[in-house]
């Protein structure tokens, strides 16, 4: 009984999962924090015990033997199985007590979470928040292998074994720096909803900050690009949406940001943002799961409180006329 019990150790299932995953005893070791010989020698430990290789060590990068890929299967079993237990024990406390992992993206985390994690930690102090930081492929991956109880990505999804809440439609914008000419135009009114309009073709002039490779924005940028027929100038490739704002604030070019961001994200020296007269679908904010399990309490009554909070942020803009540039 000891030797059984000895198999499902929760520490040697990570690590031999995180093993898995990385294909390499040292790179696993970096992940886990630990020294690749106590790495190793758990994972003999359990190969001993079960009589049986996980991995094959004569290959590189590592793969995993037929029982290394039983023994993964039954081990995220385990893993799920447990994950369902403690989400159905903390449910029947009524959000008085439990745990909450949530992937996003370093903005989010900026600028959003911000103002929905302290009113949900009054509203429900017994909640535990964790959160995991990621590009859109890694918070979907996130919450496919469990990882985060959901993550905050858009749409559309990668993967056909995850499902969504829908959060917010976020309207794509246009900043420009203050000193814009088509910013001093507008500079009597408020930066409110609805922002004044601006057609793309009319920046076709513009230096640009755009977003790195696989990023949604960047696509939406060059679809713009294409349909207004110019070729633009680009003086920045960014990985980050709150850098892009920060630097047209200060001056440098012009960029595209979501709705959010701009009534969110507030600088010193905002730059001014212009919606776009040309139609353009949002950009769809969701919170991905993995559709086999059940959403926990504190997770809906997270969802519901983000929901509520954007929702209250744009209704609490004052009301402004558009202004076709």
Partial sequence: ???????????????????????????????????????SQCIKKVENELGVELFDRRTNPLTLTFAGELYINEAKRIQEIKKELIQQIEDMSELKRGHLTIGSSHSRTSYLLPRVLPVF???????DIS???????????????????????????????????KIVDEEILVALPSKHPFSRSVANLPQKL??????????????????????????????????AKFEPKIILQSHSLISAQALVAGGVGATLVPDTLAL???????????????PVSPRVLVTAYKKDIQLSKAAIAFIELTKEIIQTGKNNNEKTENILI
């Fill in 264 to 278: 969110y994200n507030k600088l010193e020296h905002n730059p001014y943002y212009f919606s776009l007269s040309e």
């Fill in 194 to 227: 609805p922002f004044p309009s601006i057609d793309f073709s009319k920046l076709m002039d513009e230096p640009f900050i755009v977003m790195k490779n696989r990023r949604k924005m960047r696509e939406i940028f060059f679809e713009l690009c294409k349909r």
């Fill in 131 to 165: 959160l995991i930081e990621g590009n859109t492929v890694e918070l979907q991956d996130y919450a496919l292998n469990g990882a985060t109880d959901f993550s905050l990505v858009y749409l559309p999804l990668l993967h056909n074994e995850l499902d969504y809440v």
């Fill in 121 to 127: 930690c009054e509203r429900f102090p017994g909640i």
């Fill in 1 to 39: 009984m000891e030797e059984v019990f000895s198999l499902i150790d929760e520490r040697d299932i990570n690590y031999i999962l995180k093993v898995a995953e990385e294909r390499s005893f040292s790179q696993a070791a970096k992940r886990l924090y630990v020294t690749q010989p106590s790495l």
